[in-house]
């Protein structure tokens, strides 16, 4: 069902947690099944320093939200914002067709965190 | 690592008994049972003596049986045999079952509902059983069919066949019940039960996949579902799945000799997991405490998801399922958790484990030392998990 | 006496291999195809790799291959399945057919009659054969489904599918196919045939019984049959009958190998016994004398009734079948045979032999030496007979 690449980040996840006093934090609920992730970011410099992330959801779910951390981590935030759902599929080696909606969580919630720190330094 | 199966709910490891019965048939006893010839007689002898071992574990006659290619068919042949049949003797065209059927039960309803019939399905409580009393309440003069089912596949709640079928009986409508979970775990007998119509599987008694059967009561008219060749007394056409029929009469026989001590055992092995697992915090039990299957244990563990859980345990070796959408297919989780009153979520969270055969204590002693540490893992991972003293309710977020 | 098997039509002994794959199956892999844990991935990757070896011996794709319970349900499911389907879609309810179809297509053609489509039967001629021009003639623009067998299960006539498909399709009718007794035996190419629905059975091929599949061209859509779990995307509710599909499988690589050769041997064979026997005297061949499946003989021993014929061969340790009343639980004698052009009497008085692996040249032998006594025996008895030099007409009394 799952690609090796998909159980290897499923056992062992990377950037688990949240961060304390974040620049920014997304939450994201999946419509369709009823899945949930928070990624939170610390951003310097317009790069993103550290992220984490917690989810609520199936195998496919978890593994994408820990190989979306990893990609991104370390990136500008407008190298983070052109992340595609299918480039994170892509990078566990594919998922099953029926788990392709999963995908979507992750890079929803990085897009919601970039776009709270992005609010936030407007307040600023 | 020696794998722990405890799905014996999806399906059973063939008794070695039976793949022998099974062997023996292919190799000796390949004739057609319809054929004159003496290949052709041989078959037939052990069609009978099948029919007449699935016969007894249900105290039914032999001419009463009638093999289908499994627990799915024998309930679309009950269902839209009975819904066809009744309606064209004018009797009417309304159908009641529950919310907790098995999707053969209610999809085979929801598809009679394009033909023009109307469908009641009753509630269930918050340990999935069915009242008497809504029964009652739903049943009217044009109602042509019951259909109810012994044991759920997911909770194990047992429903109270005997009082549901006398009374649709009395009002005139034919009684089916989808046994598939019950049939060789706890007693079944159709007379007791006093139903028309009870639908049973070969695969969750250690048979084999694709055979089962379908008990029609004496003067019970079916509408059949398919047309061909003149087997099974003309209600079910195609050549006998031989070996696969010989399969269940053999494990039908097993089933009969040892049931008895099996489920005072698994109910044991039950028992311990449930009181063991519910004393990790946040566990719900899903189904009735004691009127359950002796097998079967579901439990919904908050914060997590289905899934994931089955994920981690097959990593440790243990095979479960889980009522998770994520796991059925579909994108809703488990019907028979949300009709029980469950939260999306925490149905999204349920466990099932499904004693059998194969199980023994140590595997028992295997599981619960294993679960903690999975649910500790993953809720760890989980962002409505804002550790044990932060939560407050955890039935209704949504 | 070893006794001699030449009823390969009604049933086929199950293959050594496939009963070693299927044993395997049920011992090492047993789990539910649709579970999540490692039991379930085993066995969704059996099902897999049956179902391309299914496929390729049609030159289909695997997603195009639906297993069934048998050729009977492929039937049911191809022909409820197009012409409903299609009706719901406005296209007509008028449904062509053969005189000389299996009664899985031919009965369900007439259920479909209660639900108000039109049925036109199409003849043949004395071998069996449809032509090319009666379809054409019996084509409306409401014509939905044409379902007509590759080759015929009684006297082995093989249909011009290629040239029947093309015609049907051109007028925008769904073109189905009765392969049951073609596959595995002579070259099946699904495009070749240009066909949308194929069915098959395993029992026909040395695979187990109780297994079949419909093939289903890329496009066409079916009104389920049953319903139930997502099983075979959809199309086929119910637990996989995994050792039998694995059976199917394993059957179908077997015949891919030795098909051509084997058809070869069994052609001999049947050319041997078909000029041995017409050397008795008041005897016809039915069906086509060089257009028919490898393995088929049928023939009719005037003034011989085939059911006595049968149990006189029984005796003799021969196995085989006929198109009597006698042994068809109908009191009509083959409707093949009749469609044909042949009188009652000599439909009962057909014999089919339907050769297969175990066959050697000596059964061969053993038939053409035991047949004569037998035939003479019996018309012996026949009030029928007056002696050879007495009959006159033997094909129009009745
Ligand atoms: C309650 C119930 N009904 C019906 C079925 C279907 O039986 P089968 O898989 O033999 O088609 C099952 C098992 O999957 C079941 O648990
Ligand atoms: C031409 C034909 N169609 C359909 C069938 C039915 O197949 P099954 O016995 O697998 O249901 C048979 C064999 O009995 C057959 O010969
Ligand atoms: S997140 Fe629910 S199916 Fe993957
Ligand atoms: S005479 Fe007995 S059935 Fe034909």
């Known amino acids: 069902m799952y690609t090796e690449k998909v159980m290897e980040h499923f056992a062992n996840p990377r950037n688990v947690g949240e961060i304390e006093e974040a620049s920014g934090v997304g939450e994201v609920g999946n419509a369709s099944c009823g899945d949930i992730m928070r990624i939170s970011i610390q951003v310097e410099d317009n790069i993103i320093k550290d992220i984490k992330f917690k989810t609520f959801g199936c195998g496919a779910a978890i593994a994408t939200s820990s190989v979306c951390t990893e990609l991104v981590k370390g990136k500008s935030i407008d190298e983070a914002l052109e992340l595609t759902n299918q480039a994170v599929a892509d990078a566990l080696g594919g998922l099953p067709p029926a788990k392709m909606h999963c995908s979507n969580l992750a890079a929803e919630a990085l897009h919601e965190a970039i776009a709270d720190y992005k609010a936030k330094q407007g307040k600023e | ?398």
């Not at chain 2, 007693?187 to 059967?213: F, M, Q, R, T």
């Not at chain 2, 059925?328 to 349920?350: K, Y």
């Open chain 2, 1 to 398: 690592m020696q794998p722990v199966y405890m799905d014996h709910g999806a399906t059973t490891p063939v008794h070695p008994e039976v793949v022998k019965a099974m062997v023996e048939t292919m190799e000796k006893s390949f004739g057609n049972p319809s054929s004159v010839h003496a290949f052709g007689r041989e078959a037939r002898k052990l069609l009978d003596e099948a029919r007449a071992s699935v016969a007894s574990l249900m105290g039914a006659s032999p001419e009463q049986i009638i093999f289908t290619s499994g627990g799915t068919e024998a309930d679309n042949m009950a269902i839209f045999g009975a819904a066809r049949g009744m309606r064209l003797k004018g009797k009417g065209n309304h159908i009641i079952t529950s919310a907790v059927e098995h999707h053969a039960v209610l999809d085979a309803c929801k598809a009679l509902e394009k033909e023009g019939f109307e469908v009641t399905i009753l509630p269930v409580d918050e340990d999935g059983q069915v009242h008497v009393e809504e029964l009652e309440k739903a049943l009217r003069d044009d109602t042509v069919l019951v259909t109810i089912m012994h044991a759920n596949n997911e909770v194990g709640t047992i429903q109270p066949i005997q009082e549901l079928a006398r009374l649709a009986k009395a009002r005139g409508a034919v009684f089916h019940t989808d046994a598939v979970q019950s049939f060789g775990k706890i007693p079944v007998d159709v007379n007791e039960l006093g139903v028309d119509l009870l639908s049973a599987s070969a695969h969750k008694i250690y048979g084999p996949k694709g055979v089962g059967c379908l008990y029609i009561a004496k003067g019970v008219k079916l509408t059949p579902l398919s047309y061909g060749g003149s087997q099974e007394r003309r209600r079910r056409p195609g050549t006998e799945n031989l070996p696969g029929i010989v399969g269940f009469g053999k494990a039908a026989l097993i089933s009969q000799a040892e049931m008895q001590a099996e489920a005072e055992r698994l109910t044991r092995y039950r028992d311990r997991l449930i009181d063991g697992l519910m004393e990790l915090p946040h566990v719900k039990l899903n189904g009735h405490r004691t009127n359950r299957l002796p097998q079967n244990v579901n439990l919904s563990f908050h914060f997590i998801e289905g899934e994931s859980l089955l994920l981690m345990l097959d990593m440790k070796g243990i095979a479960a399922s889980s009522g998770s959408a994520c796991t059925s297919g579909s994108l809703d989780p488990s019907h028979v958790l949300l009709a029980m009153g469950l939260s999306h979520e925490i149905a999204h969270g349920s466990l099932r484990l499904t004693l059998g055969r194969g199980n023994s204590e140590e595997d028992v002693d295997y599981i619960l030392n294993t679960i903690p540490e999975i649910v500790e893992r993953l809720r760890a991972l989980s962002p409505l998990y804002e550790g044990k003293e932060a939560v407050t309710s955890c039935t209704q977020r949504r």
